[in-house]
C-alpha cells in the first residue's frame, strides 16, 4: 500500500468531459491494496470510462461485498453513492438501490470468492432478475485478502503459492450468467485498459443486466508460475472474440472495417458500440453458441475474453415488473395514497 | 525508438531543467533541499562552488533557470530559485573551513587577468588552488567590475558585493588596482605564461545621428557612464524631467536610480514593444511598481534644444508587424509625432566590446562586431596563450556566464599550462545515480508534491526606499518563507529509473501515475509515438525515456515533461522496476571544494 497521497496536480492538456470534469474528478482516496493488485487496474478503467461518458458522479451507486475487489469503490467515483455491504450480499443491496431510483447507473463490484463462494446464490438470482446495473467481478482465482485459499474460479490443477495444486473444477462465472440469461455478457483482463474501457461504458449504458468477468491477478498471493491467473498466464493464453469499440453519439465515424467482421449496435443513449469479430466462428448475439465455444476454449486451456454476449434489445427488472417510470424514491406521499374514494372503490372490487 | 542511455550524463542532466539551463550548471534542486533543512552553510558552498557569487547572484542574476523550471510547465510559476540563493548567503555561517586550501609552494606559472569584474575574479579562485601565481590588473581602485559600477546599490548593497569580491582577492591573488592596461603587447613581453581578458563590454551606444544630439550634449548622459558615476558617488543628483532611452536593464536601473536622487519624473521611452524588451519581466514589475511609466514603440526622431537648453524629445509612433518570416519589424502606426518634455536623457540603448588597447597587429584577431575570435568551448583567442571570458568574450551578458566562462577559461588555462590538449583532455561530464530507497515507503528526500503558489519576497517600504539610493529594496525570503518556497521544488534530480527485466507490466505505475507520464506501448519512430501517448507528448524540448522490449514486445515510455518526480511510480511498482535515484552531475570545474 502507498502512503504518499496522490497530488490533485495533473496533466496540463488532461482532456475535460463535457461536464467540464477531467478524468481525475472520478477517482477515489489512494488505494491501500498491494501495489501492482490488478484491482487497481480495474479501478482505473472504471474512472475512465465514466469520465469519459461524461455523467455526473452524483448519477452513481458503487456497492460491493467483501473482499480486496470489495474494498475498490473507495479508490474510484470519489464524489458517488457508495454502500460496502456484507460478504456476498452486493446483489441485495444493489436491488435495492435500484428498484428505489431506476435513474441511478448502479455498480456492483464483487470478487471471486465474494460471487463464486459465499454469493454464488446471489449472484445466480441478481442475473435472473435483469436488475439494470453492471456487475464486475475482479477475478483472481484466490481469497486475496484472506491471504491466498484457492477460489471457485481457480482452475483445476493449478497451483498454490507453494505448489499445492488445486482438486477441484472451476466455476465459470461468464458461462454461468450466459446460462441464467445475462443479456450483456464480457471477459476481460485487468492489464488490458484498450479492450476493457469499452467493455464497462457500454455495460454502464446497457439497459438490463451487464456482467464482466475481469481476470485481474493478485500479486502478492496467485502470480506466480504454475498459476492460470497471473499476468503471464493470461497474456500467453488469451483468445479475443468480439471487439468492442465506443463510439461516442454525435462522433464522426471514420474507419472503415472489411464488410461482415463489422456490426454497429446502437445504444440506448445514441452511441454506438462498433463489434468486430476476431474470431470467425464466434456469433456474440447466439447464447447456446457462445456458451459451447466458452467451454470448448476452456477444455483447449484458452481464456476468452471481449465481449462474450450481447442482447441489445434488452429489457430489465423494472420493465418485467412494470413499475412506473418516475423512480420510486421520488414519489410523495399523494402519489403513493390514491385516498378514502379510491380505497373504497378497490375493496368494493372484492366484495 | 532506441532504449534511452541513461548512463549518458545529459540524459538525466537535461531532465534536471534548472540546472540544465543555469550556464554554470548549478545543482539547484540540492541546494534547496538543503534550505529546507536548514543547513544554508552547505547550500552556499553548493553555490558557491559553482556561480561563485552565491551572495551577488541571489539578488541579481538573469536567472534564466526560472523560466526553465518545471513548475512553469505543471502549474505556471517557477521556484524562486534566485531569491532562494539569497536565503542560502543570508543564512550560512562560517564558510572559512570549506575554503579550498591555495598551495603556499606555487608551481611555477603566472597567469596575468585583466579587469577584475566576475570573470576575472572567479578564474582567479579557480586556479589559486592549483598552485598558480595570479596577478589582477584593474583601472579602478577596487574589485567587483561592473558588479560594483553598475549595478545600484539598492538592488546590490556593497558589503554584500565586497564579502564575495574579498573572499576571493584575500585567497592569495596579486592584484593591481588602479592601473589601466593600455597596451597589451607591452603586457605580453611581462611574459606571464597565459592571460585572461575580462575587461567586459565598457562601451555605452550612443544616437550620433539623431537631430539635435550635439547641441543637447550637456543634457543627455550614456546610462553606464552615469550609473558608475553614481556608484562611485561623482553624481548625486539629477533633476526635473527625465527621459530614459532604451528597454534593457540598464534601462531600469537608469530610471529607478533617477528617482531616487531627485528627478521629479522619470519616463522610459523604448523603441520597442512591451514583450519585447530585453529587461527581465520583474524588472519591468519593480520599475513600474515605483510608478516609472514605460512607453514603447517610440522610436526618438529629434532631440529639441532651445537658447541652448534641453527642451525634450520629439519621437515617432510606429507599430510592430510580423514580416513574411515571422521577424517582428516596426512600421510607422499613423499617429502624429510626439513631443515630450525633459530635462536630461538617459541613454539606456546598448553596449559594445571595446578593447582599443589591445593592438590589432599582435595576431589577436578580431571579427567585424569587434568581438575576438575564440574557440567557443575552450575560450582560446588566435593567440594560444590568450583568453577571453565574461562580456568581454561574445558582447555583453551577466554574471553567470561570466562565471560559466570562467570555469571553462580556467580548465583551458590549465591544460594549456600543461601543455596538454584543450579539447581532446578536456574532462568529460560524468553521472552518479543513488537510489533513495531507505525502506517500504521511505524515501530520502521529500517526494509529496506541495501545491503551494509561488511565495513572494516582501520589499521595503516604498516611502523610505524611494528616498534612498543605497536601500535595498528587496527584503529576501526570512527563513520560514524561504523553508515555504524550497518546498514547492519538486526534486527534478530525483529521477525515475526503470529496470525493463524487472516490469511485469502490472500498469500499477500508469494508474497511479497524476501526471500520465507513462505509457506501455509498441514501439515506434518517436514522432509517431510522441502522438499516441497516455497524454501526447508535445514538448519537443523534452525527452521521452524509452525502454528496452518487455515480455509482451511492448516497451515503457515516459515523458519526463510534466513528471512530478513525486515517486509514486516507484511507490505503486511490485517489482521495484521504478527506482527512484538522485542523478548527482558531475561538472568538471577545476579547484572545486567539492572534488
Ligand atoms: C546597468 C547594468 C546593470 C546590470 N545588471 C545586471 C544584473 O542585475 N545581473 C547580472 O547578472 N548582470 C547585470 N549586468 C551585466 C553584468 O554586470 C556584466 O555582464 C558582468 O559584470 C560582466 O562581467 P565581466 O567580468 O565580463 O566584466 P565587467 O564586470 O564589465 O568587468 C570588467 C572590468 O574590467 C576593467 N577594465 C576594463 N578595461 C580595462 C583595462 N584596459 N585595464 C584594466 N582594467 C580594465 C573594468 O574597469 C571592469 O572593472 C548589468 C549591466 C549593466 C550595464
Ligand atoms: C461472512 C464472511 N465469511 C468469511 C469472511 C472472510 N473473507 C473475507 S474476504 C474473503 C474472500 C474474498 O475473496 P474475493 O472475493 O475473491 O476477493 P479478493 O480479496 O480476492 O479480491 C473471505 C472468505 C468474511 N469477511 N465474511
Ligand atoms: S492480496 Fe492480492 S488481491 Fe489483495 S490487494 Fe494484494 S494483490 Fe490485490
Ligand atoms: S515520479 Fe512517477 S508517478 Fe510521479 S509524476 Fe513522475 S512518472 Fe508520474
Ligand atoms: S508498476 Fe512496475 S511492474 Fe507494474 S508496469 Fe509499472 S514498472 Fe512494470
Ligand atoms: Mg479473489
Known amino acids: 500500500m502507498t502512503f504518499v497521497a496522490k497530488p490533485a496536480a495533473h496533466h496540463p492538456r488532461l482532456p475535460r468531459n463535457e461536464l467540464g470534469l477531467t478524468r481525475r474528478d472520478y477517482e477515489g482516496s489512494v488505494s491501500t491494496l498491494c501495489a501492482g493488485c490488478g484491482h487497481d487496474s480495474v479501478s482505473a478503467a472504471i474512472v475512465q470510462a465514466c469520465a469519459e461518458l461524461a455523467i455526473p458522479p452524483h448519477r452513481f451507486a458503487k456497492v460491493s461485498g467483501i473482499g480486496c475487489s470489495s474494498k475498490t469503490p473507495t479508490y474510484f467515483l470519489g464524489k458517488s453513492h457508495g454502500f460496502n455491504s456484507v460478504h456476498g450480499r452486493m446483489p441485495s443491496v444493489t436491488t435495492g438501490a435500484n428498484l428505489a431510483n431506476r435513474e441511478l447507473y448502479c455498480i456492483g463490484i464483487s470478487g471471486d470468492g465474494d460471487s463464486a463462494s459465499i454469493g454464488m446464490g446471489q449472484f445466480a438470482h441478481i442475473v435472473r432478475r435483469r436488475i439494470d446495473m453492471l456487475y464486475i467481478v475482479d477475478n483472481n482465482g484466490t481469497y486475496g485478502l484472506t491471504k491466498g485459499q484457492f477460489s471457485a474460479t481457480n482452475d483445476k490443477g493449478s497451483t498454490s503459492k507453494k505448489g499445492a495444486p488445486n482438486l477441484y473444477e472451476p466455476i465459470d462465472l461468464a458461462g454461468i450468467a450466459l446460462q441464467l440469461g445475462a443479456t450483456f455478457v464480457g471477459r476481460s483482463f485487468s492489464g488490458d485498459k484498450h479492450q476493457l474501457v469499452p467493455l464497462i461504458k457500454a455495460g454502464l449504458l446497457h439497459r438490463g443486466f451487464a456482467f464482466i468477468d475481469v481476470i485481474s491477478p493478485c500479486v502478492a498471493f496467485n502470480n506466480h508460475a504454475g498459476s492460470t491467473k497471473s499476468y503471464e498466464y493470461v497474456r500467453g493464453h488469451r483468445g479475443d472474440v468480439v471487439a468492442a469499440d465506443f463510439v461516442p453519439k454525435h462522433h464522426e465515424i471514420t474507419a472503415d472495417y472489411a464488410p461482415g467482421t463489422r456490426e454497429d449496435v446502437m445504444m440506448p443513449d445514441g452511441s454506438l458500440l462498433r463489434l468486430r469479430k476476431l474470431a470467425d466462428d464466434y456469433d456474440p448475439h447466439d447464447r447456446v453458441d457462445a456458451l459451447a465455444y466458452l467451454q470448448r476454449k476452456q477444455r483447449e486451456g484458452e481464456v476468452v475474453t471481449g465481449l462474450l454476449y450481447l442482447d441489445a434489445d434488452a429489457t430489465d427488472c423494472h420493465k418485467i415488473l412494470n413499475t412506473v417510470d418516475a423512480p420510486l424514491n421520488s414519489l410523495a406521499e399523494a402519489d403513493l395514497c390514491p385516498g378514502n374514494a379510491a380505497l373504497a372503490s378497490i375493496n368494493g372490487t372484492f366484495r | ?595
Open chain 2, 1 to 595: 525508438m532506441k532504449p534511452t542511455n541513461i548512463f549518458d550524463p545529459t540524459y538525466f542532466h537535461k531532465v534536471v531543467d534548472c540546472q540544465w539551463a543555469c550556464p554554470a550548471h548549478t545543482p539547484v534542486p540540492e541546494y534547496i533541499r538543503l534550505i529546507a533543512q536548514e543547513r544554508y552553510t552547505e547550500a552556499y558552498m553548493i553555490n558557491w562552488d559553482s556561480n561563485v557569487f552565491p551572495g551577488i547572484l541571489g539578488r541579481t542574476c538573469d536567472r534564466p533557470c526560472e523560466p526553465a523550471c518545471r513548475r512553469v510547465r505543471t502549474e505556471e510559476k517557477p521556484v524562486a530559485i534566485c531569491r532562494l540563493k539569497r536565503v542560502a548567503a543570508d543564512n550560512k555561517g562560517d564558510i572559512t573551513p570549506y575554503i579550498p586550501r591555495v598551495p603556499k609552494v606555487k608551481n611555477g606559472k603566472r597567469i596575468a587577468l585583466i579587469g577584475a569584474g566576475p570573470a576575472s575574479l572567479a578564474v582567479a579562485r579557480d586556479l589559486l588552488p592549483m598552485g598558480y601565481e595570479v596577478h589582477l590588473f584593474e583601472k579602478d581602485p577596487k574589485g567587483g567590475g561592473m558588479m560594483r559600477t553598475q549595478i545600484p546599490a539598492f538592488r546590490l548593497p556593497a558589503a554584500v558585493l565586497e564579502e564575495e569580491v574579498d573572499l576571493i582577492l584575500d585567497m592569495g591573488v596579486t592584484s593591481h588596482f588602479g592601473h589601466e592596461i593600455t597596451s597589451f603587447k607591452a603586457l605580453l613581453e611581462q611574459g606571464f605564461d597565459a592571460y585572461f581578458v575580462g575587461t567586459g563590454a565598457p562601451r555605452g551606444r550612443d544616437l550620433p545621428d539623431v537631430p539635435g544630439r550635439e547641441a543637447a550634449d550637456p543634457f543627455i548622459h550614456i546610462g553606464i557612464d552615469w550609473l558608475s558615476s553614481v556608484a562611485f558617488g561623482h553624481t548625486t543628483a539629477i533633476s526635473g524631467k527625465v527621459i530614459v532611452l532604451g528597454g534593457g536593464n540598464t534601462a531600469m536601473d537608469c530610471c529607478r536610480t533617477s528617482r531616487r536622487i531627485g528627478a521629479e519624473q522619470v519616463t522610459v521611452v523604448v523603441r520597442s514593444a512591451f514583450d519585447v524588451m530585453k529587461a527581465s519581466d520583474w524588472e519591468k514589475e519593480d520599475a513600474m511598481s515605483e510608478g516609472i511609466p514605460i512607453i514603447n514603440n517610440r522610436p526618438p526622431k529629434e532631440f529639441v534644444v532651445e537658447n541652448g537648453k534641453l527642451k525634450g524629445v520629439l519621437f515617432s509612433c510606429v507599430k510592430p508587424v510580423k514580416d513574411d518570416k515571422g521577424r517582428l519589424t516596426y512600421v510607422p502606426s499613423g499617429e502624429p509625432d510626439v513631443f515630450m518634455p525633459a530635462d536630461h536623457v538617459l541613454m539606456a540603448i546598448g553596449q559594445d566590446n571595446h578593447c582599443p588597447w589591445i593592438e590589432r597587429d599582435i595576431g589577436i584577431e578580431f571579427d567585424k562586431w569587434d568581438c575576438p575570435v575564440l574557440d567557443k568551448v575552450t575560450l582560446q583567442s588566435t593567440d594560444p596563450r590568450v583568453f577571453f571570458g565574461g562580456d568581454a568574450a561574445f558582447g555583453p551578458e551577466n554574471i553567470i556566464w561570466a562565471s560559466a566562462h570562467a570555469h571553462q577559461a580556467a580548465i583551458s588555462i590549465h591544460l594549456y599550462c600543461q601543455g596538454k590538449d584543450l579539447k581532446t583532455d578536456r574532462p568529460p561530464e560524468g553521472v552518479n545515480l543513488i537510489s533513495q530507497k531507505m525502506g517500504m515507503h521511505e524515501w530520502s528526500y521529500d517526494a509529496a508534491h506541495d501545491p503551494s503558489k509561488r511565495h513572494l519576497v516582501p520589499h521595503a517600504d516604498k516611502r523610505v526606499s524611494l528616498k534612498d539610493v543605497k536601500m535595498e529594496v528587496e527584503l529576501g525570503f526570512d527563513r520560514e518563507l524561504g523553508y515555504r518556497e524550497a518546498q514547492r521544488c519538486l526534486n527534478c534530480d530525483v529521477q525515475t529509473v526503470f529496470t525493463d527485466n524487472l516490469c511485469i507490466e502490472c500498469d500499477a505505475c500508469v494508474d497511479i501515475c497524476p501526471m500520465d507520464c507513462i505509457t506501455f506501448t509498441q514501439n515506434g519512430e518517436e514522432p509517431e509515438l510522441r502522438e499516441r501517448l497516455t497524454a501526447p507528448a508535445l514538448n519537443d524540448t523534452q525527452d521521452l525515456y524509452a525502454s528496452g522490449v518487455l515480455k509482451t514486445g511492448r516497451i515503457m515510455v515516459k515523458d519526463e515533461d510534466v513528471c512530478l518526480h513525486c515517486g509514486l511510480c516507484a511507490e505503486r511498482c511490485p517489482t521495484n522496476a521504478w527506482d527512484m535515484q538522485k542523478s548527482v552531475i558531475h561538472v568538471p570545474q577545476l579547484g572545486s571544494y567539492a572534488s
